[in-house]
């Protein structure tokens, strides 16, 4: 799945799905199995997956934890006597230790009788140790010592306590993983929705084996009403069953009197009804508008990650894989598409029709099972025995051929490179009107945004590239995902990193016109400046809980991922021995789920090299721990020594590792540096290492071309070096490299090895630069200050870097033309330039997009503007109240989705007062603005020195509101909240951020990017209380 937003203004950051807030609602309550009580039965003995407990964090699930199941610390005792509410036991004194210091003495006789006060200050001193003593005897799994509860109680049972179902009884499941005592095979399902009335109705008869013996199925459901179940156990009668709910895991169960054995074959069917969701995930309900001014509702699906399970009950997890024959009653005039090819159609007696789907001929995950309902016409062509087409809303059926074309290439390069074909009979690419995230790889039926999969004939290659580059991303997850899967969510950048990393490779075959290799590089540096926060996290880590699954879809896994493979392929031997090992990694798992460890298995049984080291030896340290290494270089003679430590921008006695990385760092020199076979490997496996160079060499540029994942700092003379080197030649190094050095030494800046006044030295040579790359790292750095000032209101200084800024790269922006560009490359440059111009107030620049917005108004949209400067055009235009008018009116009557999203952005951009709420107000609503979009207005609003503390109060006074939207832990709230927080800088602001977020308890607060917010303020803060008075005298 693509989550990112692949046109937001961010486009290194190429948004995402949902998940029910019910989810997050409290734990329930403890009910303690060990009271001699009437009021719950006695349980049976415990299935065998029932032998794996949750991680000590949720231990408190366990009264009398057994013997092996308790470290020698007070900590389990005391917080398990504080959350399970200290529900006591009655027990024989004879069970007390006699060693007790605690024994009470008789008084001497020779005593006085003691006064009232004294007797009752003794009272209270008596009872208060007695309460101790009980507190710390009593407490489950302890065994009463001197030194408080430190020994395991060897007799108490190990015995799960169950929370309660919705009827009252006990529900007879513990945990957020599902057991694995039964195992889905196929599921039949019939759904009948209602579009007028917006709900459905299913019926679900899921065929299950029965792996070990049990009392018990538990599977997922949320939000549908099962009015009936039945169950068929082998050649048996069915018979009607109670189905028990538990509403916060969206779990449901049956239970058995007698048990299940190992080996039979059961069949569970459950009819159901439910409302269509009204957000976006699930089975929801979307809405266009058609030519004519007619509403038209269709119904789709989202079921990434944990939303299938609202469309039908269903063991909704990964490794879950099943066969689904599906069967759609609707009206005559709606169309219907599923992952098989539609079998038959047969009228019923009610005047519907029922689609009937082919049983799928590959056993699949839940969450890439698809359905829709709609009137979509299709674009179709067929290709290597497969019929692709691309289904849109009729009136936009002209915009779907270069989506085709572009599909149909791809399948055919994929099919050959993975010498896998793809196994169905057909391939559907749907554009859908109200869809959340950038795609998903449903298998045969891939989702789209419009922007993502429609293409304009006047759209500019920068445009084209956006949906190549989306549709690269999905096709490759048909193999990697799809084919196999992961096992569970924490190793999803199998699926992801995999399918990002192809995206850009493969288009550098099929389309080379596209110049993907720079985006490419950017979302590598963004990558990376993510990455160097402490609050990231390991490419694989552990997924415990809902939004947990949810956060994990962000650029670690995508982009991460795709850049610790690039830097893998970079340093294997030969050009195929990648190819061969993920070629042996699907053939060897197909059909099957895997995680990070098969991969590298994989790749290192097809190792050509006997001398080259184990790739899973290598590559364990990339995905096992967070972060990644800073090499340091430092030089004496023909001596280079390389040291390695963590690159962490927020670095303390608690956080500080001594983690140490397999780095294959790839050098080039002076004496050669550009071509590919100046390049030279060295790997880096101990905390420093020596290597060779000869004396005559001036300078050396490690991590030759950036394919590495790691930072280098070459010390004072290394940049002055290299400073000086790109001054005298600028093309002495690829651009890649130099871009590489830009990111590098902001990023050194960041971390205060470097000043300012060096990254500035560095950048006096750009007054040469002519590639995209350097420049758009070079300005996307420069903006992140500029904002940060100006947010701060140190207006000399933002004056001062205005100045610099038009200085350094005004005579490129003067060299930017207006007309049409075929060059993708340079439609990037230009963009970047002439945004950059006009954002600073250049006077040739607003003066020139002030003319062609006045010619597009004045020629009712027909005189276009080049798609590469519309966004900078509709921009400026924004600015002034009237034009602001306009661009609305034209928005709302725009239909060209790629092109109504700049105007949008535009429209986000003013820096009016009124406009900034209302837009605001509107994006939420969903009626001008799809709610869809809101992440993008949030994002442009912030932006702007007028915007930014309007959004941060409108996302607290509509915290609730947004949660419903989008859910927690979404990528859309990470969105949200980095856009909102990522430009504060001062003490008040972190307070704020920091009061707020505390205050949502479940409801957001312990989200990873509520973390970062926090660690980006408090880095922002201080760089700038570092910088502050030194930039007064650089600038």
């Not at 020994?151 to 919705?166: D, H, L």
């Not at 809405?287 to 944990?306: H, I, M």
């Not at 196999?484 to 490779?505: C, H, I, K, P, R």
């Not at 062609?852 to 590469?868: A, R």
């Amino acid at each position: 799945m693509d989550p990112f937003d692949s046109n937001s203004s961010d486009r290194a950051n190429l948004p995402r799905n949902m998940i029910e807030n019910s989810m997050f609602e409290e734990e329930p309550d403890v009910v303690d199995l060990a009271k001699d009580s009437t009021a719950f039965p006695t349980f049976p003995a415990l299935d065998p997956d029932e032998v794996v407990y949750e991680p000590r964090s949720s231990r408190l699930l366990v009264r009398g934890l057994g013997e092996n199941d308790m470290d020698e610390d007070e900590e389990d005792c005391e917080s398990s006597a504080r959350l399970l509410g200290m529900s006591f036991m009655n027990r024989s004194s004879a069970h007390r230790s006699n060693s007790s210091p605690y024994t009470r003495q008789a008084p001497p006789r020779s005593c006085s009788r003691p006064s009232a006060r004294t007797m009752v200050v003794c009272v209270l001193f008596l009872v208060i140790v007695a309460s101790m003593t009980m507190v710390l005897y009593f407490l489950p799994g302890c065994t009463f010592t001197r030194t408080g509860c430190r020994k395991a109680n060897k007799t108490t049972p190990i015995q799960p306590v169950y929370p309660v179902s919705t009827n009252g009884q006990l529900f007879p499941w513990a945990q957020l993983r599902l057991p694995q005592s039964i195992h889905p095979l196929s599921y039949d399902l019939t759904l009948n929705p209602d579009l007028d009335n917006m709900t459905f109705t299913g019926r679900t008869i899921i065929g299950m084996s029965v792996l070990q013996h049990t009392k018990r199925i538990v599977l997922h459901s949320a939000n549908l009403n099962i009015t009936k179940a039945t169950f068929k156990l082998d050649n048996e009668e069915a018979r009607d069953v109670i189905v028990l709910e538990y509403k916060p895991r969206q779990q449901i169960a049956v239970q058995f009197t007698e048990e299940l054995k190992a080996g039979q074959y059961c069949v569970l069917t459950l009819e159901y009804s439910a409302n269509l969701s009204h957000t976006y995930d699930g089975f929801y309900n979307s809405s266009y508008t058609d030519k004519d001014g007619n509403k038209r509702v269709l119904a789709a699906t989202q079921f990434e990650p944990l939303s299938a399970r609202k469309a039908f009950p269903c063991f909704d997890e990964p490794a879950f894989k099943a066969t689904f024959l599906i069967k759609i009653n609707k009206k005559k005039e709606y169309m219907t598409l599923s992952n098989m090819p539609l079998a038959k159609s047969t009228p019923l007696p009610n005047g519907l029709v029922e689609d009937e789907f082919e049983k799928t001929s590959v056993n699949m995950s839940t969450y890439i099972v698809a359905f829709i309902v709609a009137n979509f016409n299709p674009n179709s062509k067929n290709v290597s025995e497969t019929l692709v087409s691309v289904y849109s809303v009729p009136e936009k059926k002209e915009h779907t051929n270069y989506a085709l074309e572009t599909a149909s290439k791809l399948l055919e390069f994929y099919n050959d490179f993975f010498e896998i074909n793809y196994p169905l009979k057909k391939l559907d690419l749907v554009a859908i009107p109200d869809f959340l995230a950038g795609a998903m790889e449903n298998w045969g039926l891939i989702t789209f945004r419009e922007t993502s999969l429609l293409v304009g004939k006047q759209s500019s290659p920068l445009e084209k590239q956006v949906v190549a580059s989306v549709i690269a991303h999905e096709l490759a997850h048909q193999w990697f995902g799809n084919l196999v899967t992961m096992s569970w969510w924490n190793d999803l950048w199998l699926n992801e990193g995999f399918a990002t990393y192809m995206q850009y490779m493969s288009l550098q075959t099929v389309l080379p016109k596209l110049d993907i290799g720079n985006l490419f590089l950017a979302v590598r540096f963004r990558a990376l400046d993510k990455d160097a926060l402490n609050s990231s996290h390991a490419v694989s880590t552990e997924v415990n809980k809902p939004e947990q699954v949810e956060e994990m879809f962000d650029s670690v896994s995508y982009e991460k991922g795709a850049s610790i493979l690039l830097m893998l392929n970079a340093s294997l031997p030969g050009d195929q021995q990648f190819r061969k090992g993920i070629i042996q990694y699907l053939k060897q798992f197909s059909g099957l789920n895997t995680d990070t460890d098969d991969l590298w298995n994989s790749l290192t049984q097809v190792e050509v090299s006997t001398q080259h080291q184990n790739v899973s030896e290598m590559m364990s340290s990339w995905t096992s721990k967070k972060g990644f290494p800073l090499v340091t270089v430092s030089r004496t003679g023909d001596q280079v020594t390389l040291t390695q430590e963590h690159f962490l921008l927020t670095s303390d006695s608690a956080t500080h590792t001594s983690s140490l990385w397999n780095i294959p760092v790839t050098y080039v020199t002076d004496n050669c540096s550009f071509a590919p076979e100046c390049r030279q490997i060295f790997t880096l496996k101990t905390k420093s290492e020596t290597l060779k160079v000869p004396e005559s060499v001036k300078w050396l540029k490690l991590n030759y071309k950036n394919t590495g994942f790691y930072i280098v700092h070459y010390g004072e003379d290394g940049w002055e070096a290299l400073t000086a080197a790109l001054s005298n030649d600028v093309s002495v190094l690829t651009q890649e490299d130099r871009a590489s050095l830009i990111h590098n030494i902001f990023a050194l800046s960041r971390l205060g090895r470097v000043t300012f006044h060096q990254v500035l030295n560095l950048l006096n040579y750009m007054s040469k630069e002519t590639e995209t790359s350097p420049v758009t790292e070079a300005l996307l750095q420069l903006n992140v200050i500029y904002r940060l000032l100006d947010k701060r209101q140190e207006h000399d200084l933002v004056a001062r870097m205005k100045t610099r800024i038009q200085h350094q790269f005004g005579s490129l922006m003067d060299n930017q033309t207006w007309g049409e560009e075929e060059s993708v490359s340079k439609q990037e440059l230009r963009s970047a330039l002439l945004g950059t111009a006009c954002s600073l107030g250049k006077e040739s620049c607003v003066q020139r997009a002030k003319e062609e917005f006045k010619k597009y108004v004045e020629s009712n949209g027909t005189s276009g503007i080049p798609g590469d400067l519309q966004q900078v055009v509709f921009t400026v235009a924004a600015q002034s109240n009237k034009d602001w008018e306009t661009l609305l009116s034209m928005y709302q009557y725009a239909t060209y989705d790629a092109e109504k999203r700049k105007m949008l952005r535009g429209l986000a951009s003013t820096q009016d007062a009124r406009s900034i709420v209302w837009i605001l107000k509107e994006g939420l609503k969903g009626d001008i603005i799809q709610t869809q979009e809101l992440p993008l207005v949030i994002s442009t609003v912030c932006n702007g020195f007028a915007g930014y503390l309007f959004a941060w109060d409108f996302i607290q006074e509509n915290w609730d509101r947004l949660i419903e939207k989008f859910p927690v832990g979404s990528f859309a709230i990470q969105s949200i909240i980095k856009s909102a927080t990522s430009q504060f800088s001062t003490q008040t602001h972190l307070d704020q951020v920091q009061g707020f977020f505390s205050s949502l308890k479940e409801r957001g607060s312990h989200m990873r990017s509520v973390q970062e917010a926090l660690e980006t303020i408090r880095l922002n803060q201080r760089w700038m209380d570092k910088n502050l008075s030194a930039l007064k005298n650089w600038l």
